[in-house]
């Protein structure tokens, strides 16, 4: 008898490390009998190859993922448990964890994946090397389903997004945002590369990258970014300059880290505190949220990783639209 196939939901629980022993024993049972098929062998050093079955299986089970509705039942339970945390005097310390409830759309063409970000939020999705990026709404990431057996690890990028990538000095990372391309061995850096602009940014936040395009005589121009420093591309005259960005300004981009702490804070401080740091305005769909009260440490974290915490802590959700974040729940009425 040939083992379930696993649900899209079990296999990305299992690359986020978050199975019981049950789900577990049902992936590698699936996995092993897809090894027997093939004349492979099954040991436990099949991390590489695991995952990128799971990451096909994924993509060619769910291409298009809905966004999960909490009903009104569980948006009191998250508040509860908020409330109950804050009267423990308890200190939680946000630290960054794997995208496990990915939203968006998803498309699988040949050996390429394209996943776009067609939602109201900024979403956290994987690279098949483990590198991250923070997607913008709108933005659209393509890669190949594999990395393995190639000299570069190639995506096409368009819209708005944070990348950490990791280290590979053999494989270089490289992105192509049309004409420009940017290339990295590991670090961390923004993209904007949004097709209605007139043009595209790359901003470094850590490590080097180069970033090079055809200039207007089809020449190649680089220039080799560092920390705070930002490339400008016109796309009209293919010009390229460089630029330096501070972190110390009066506002924060929102993918540049931030440490802060919030002690019982009331939710409408947070947000004072959060628009005094980054650049946006955050406004409330129902001011019962103003109301909650934070108790939370964040440490060299971004805009993104902040709303999300606060989204699991108060049982709110949000949405951003350029510089606005709307926060939405049921709040708390007491």
């Given at each position: 008898?040939?083992?379930?196939l ?5 296999l990305?629980k ?10 577990r ?7 092993q009998?897809?090894?027997s098929?093939a ?9 590489e190859n695991?995952?990128?079955r ?5 993509s ?5 993922h809905?966004?999960q509705?909490?009903?009104?039942r569980?948006f009191?339970i ?9 009267c423990?005097?308890?200190?939680y ?14 498309t699988?063409?040949?050996?390429w994946?394209?996943?776009s970000?067609d939602?109201?939020k ?9 590198s991250?990026?923070?997607?913008q709404p709108?933005?659209?990431v393509?890669?190949?389903l594999?990395?393995?057996?190639r000299?570069?690890r190639?995506i096409?990028?368009?819209?708005e ?9 053999k ?6 945002c049309?004409?420009l391309k940017?290339?990295?061995?590991g670090?961390?850096?923004?993209v904007?590369a ?7 940014k ?9 970033v ?5 005589k089809?020449k ?5 970014l ?12 293919n ?7 501070k972190s110390?300004k009066i ?10 702490v919030f002690?019982?804070?009331?939710m ?11 650049r946006i305005k955050?406004?409330f ?14 440490n060299?974290?971004?805009l ?10 108060l ?6 639209e350029?510089?606005?974040v ?8 007491n």
């Amino acid at each position: 008898m040939n083992p379930k196939l696993p649900s899209s939901e079990i296999l990305k629980k299992y690359l986020a490390d978050q199975c019981n022993e049950q789900e577990r024993a049902m992936v590698d049972a699936w996995y092993q009998q897809l090894n027997s098929e093939a004349g492979e062998t099954f040991s436990s050093s099949d991390e590489e190859n695991l995952y990128e079955r799971i990451q096909l299986q994924i993509s060619e089970t769910e291409i298009i993922h809905e966004p999960q509705v909490l009903p009104l039942r569980k948006f009191r339970i998250y508040a509860a448990a908020a409330v109950v945390v804050l009267c423990l005097g308890f200190v939680y310390t946000f630290s960054r964890k794997p995208q496990t409830n990915l939203v968006g759309k998803m498309t699988a063409d040949s050996a390429w994946i394209t996943f776009s970000n067609d939602k109201k939020k900024i979403i956290r999705y994987a690279l098949p090397d483990h590198s991250l990026v923070w997607l913008q709404p709108g933005a659209a990431v393509s890669h190949p389903l594999s990395f393995q057996s190639r000299t570069n690890r190639e995506i096409r990028f368009h819209g708005e997004g944070f990348f950490d990538v990791t280290r590979d000095v053999k494989h270089p990372f490289i992105i192509y945002c049309g004409n420009l391309k940017t290339r990295v061995l590991g670090t961390s850096f923004n993209v904007k590369a949004n097709k209605n602009e007139s043009t595209y940014k790359v901003s470094v936040v850590t490590g080097s990258v180069a970033v090079s395009t055809p200039n207007a005589k089809n020449k190649i121009q680089q220039v080799v970014l560092k920390p705070e420093q930002q490339a400008v591309f016109e796309k009209a005259t293919n010009n390229m300059t460089v630029n330096t960005v501070k972190s110390n300004k009066i506002n924060n981009e929102n993918w540049q880290s931030v440490s802060l702490v919030f002690n019982e804070t009331p939710m409408a401080e947070v947000a004072n505190r959060l628009q005094q740091t980054f650049r946006i305005k955050i406004e409330f769909a129902n001011p019962h949220i103003k109301k909650c009260r934070l108790k939370v440490d964040f440490n060299n974290q971004r805009l993104p990783e902040i709303l999300e915490m606060i989204e699991t802590l108060l049982g709110t959700t949000y949405e951003i639209e350029g510089d606005k974040v709307t926060l939405k729940g049921e709040g708390c009425k007491n």
